[in-house]
């Protein structure tokens, strides 16, 4: 039998299911807070006509609003300038009614996402990024915000009682947005950390010995099926968090989606692994409310 088509080891880890009852946790706090006159608020604003964009702001604002949020999309054109975007975001900012403020990457070239990202207040600055929530992170200032994908990572593994206690991980991608906030979380004190992490990028050398002697690999480096299950220790727990569309004359649309893992490889001999999709992906968007409820909770207290 060929390792394709042998039964897989692993367990599923389902993080569509895990997503849904993090939503269904935020919908509960945002009711307790509705009664005492609050309503967290997300604010996303997108510049252009990006389709996947376009698609993923659809998407927060809907779950912000079935969670019971004032969940608001703001639209600018492609061209709009940087300095009216800065104003925007001061009001905002100023704005009492709104309690977490996204702004969809990419931004148009001419305009400077770092200088963008450093407007946001850090207290309304729910994805994570600036540079006050990033070195909380680091410092582990619990009233800070974890980037949404790292932080959707680390619930899953809580949430299906994987210990994370002196574990090695190895994590596969150093960018700021997955490889680094990841590292900064699992290595904190505390329950989902105290692991000992190896990041690896793309100069290290023999990634394979790296993630062999994991117990939990977390794949983030954007290069479809690459991460094999010969590479993986058996009983180890592998995490998928790449994404990426992969020609397919078979499918319908041409394409199909896969993730950085071989999964049919690695699911012979991993304990536990991540779909693509269904698995890391579900868990961004439902890790963006938690923040909102929380920063709406914090400006609130
Ligand atoms: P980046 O391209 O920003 O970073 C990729 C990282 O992987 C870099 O650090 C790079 O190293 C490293 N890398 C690239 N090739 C190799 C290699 N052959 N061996 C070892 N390391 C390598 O990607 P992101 O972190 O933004 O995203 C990673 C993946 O996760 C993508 O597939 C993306 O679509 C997906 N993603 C999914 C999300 C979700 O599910 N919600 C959210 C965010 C991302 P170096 O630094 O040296 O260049």
């Keep these: 039998m060929s390792p ?47 389709p996947a964009s ?25 061209d709009v300038s940087q300095a009216e975007l800065e104003q925007l975001i001061d009001r905002l900012n100023a704005d ?29 600055d729910v994805d994570g990024f600036h540079p006050v929530n990033v070195g909380k992170l680091l410092t582990g200032e619990k009233d800070g915000f974890a980037p949404c994908t790292p932080a959707g990572v680390q619930e899953l593994l809580v949430r299906y009682g994987v210990s994370t206690t002196g574990k090695d991980v190895v994590i596969v991608g150093r960018s700021n947005i997955v490889g ?24 290290t050398r023999d990634l394979a010995a790296h993630t062999r002697r994991a117990d939990i690999v977390i794949a983030a480096l954007g290069r479809p099926e690459s991460i094999t299950g010969d590479m993986i220790r058996p009983g180890a727990v592998v995490i998928d968090v790449g994404i990426s569309r992969v020609a397919d004359p078979s499918a319908a649309r041409g394409y199909r989606l896969a993730g950085d893992v071989h999964f ?8 536990f692994i991540t779909p693509v999709p269904g698995g890391v992906g579900p868990m961004t968007i439902a890790m963006l409310l938690k923040n909102t409820v929380r920063a709406a909770r914090q400006a609130g207290a």
């Design 4 to 50: 394709d088509s042998a039964p897989a080891a692993a367990q599923r880890i389902d993080g569509v299911a895990v997503a849904r009852a993090v939503r269904d946790d935020v919908a509960l706090e945002v009711a307790e807070l509705k009664t005492r006159g609050i309503t967290p608020g997300l604010t996303v604003v997108i510049v252009g006509e990006d």
């Design 54 to 78: 376009q698609t993923y702001v659809r998407a927060k604002e809907k779950a912000s609003v079935e969670a019971g949020m004032k969940g608001e999309t703001i639209r600018l054109a492609a």
């Design 96 to 124: 009492d009614s709104v309690h977490g403020i996204l702004v969809q990457s990419p931004l148009p070239k001419h305009m400077d996402s770092n200088t963008v990202v450093r407007r946001i207040s850090p207290a309304k």
């Design 180 to 203: 680094k906030p990841m590292a900064a979380l699992l290595m904190q004190q505390g329950a989902g950390g105290d692991c000992t992490v190896t990041v690896c990028h793309s100069r």
């Design 264 to 271: 049919e490889s690695a699911a012979q001999v991993a304990s």
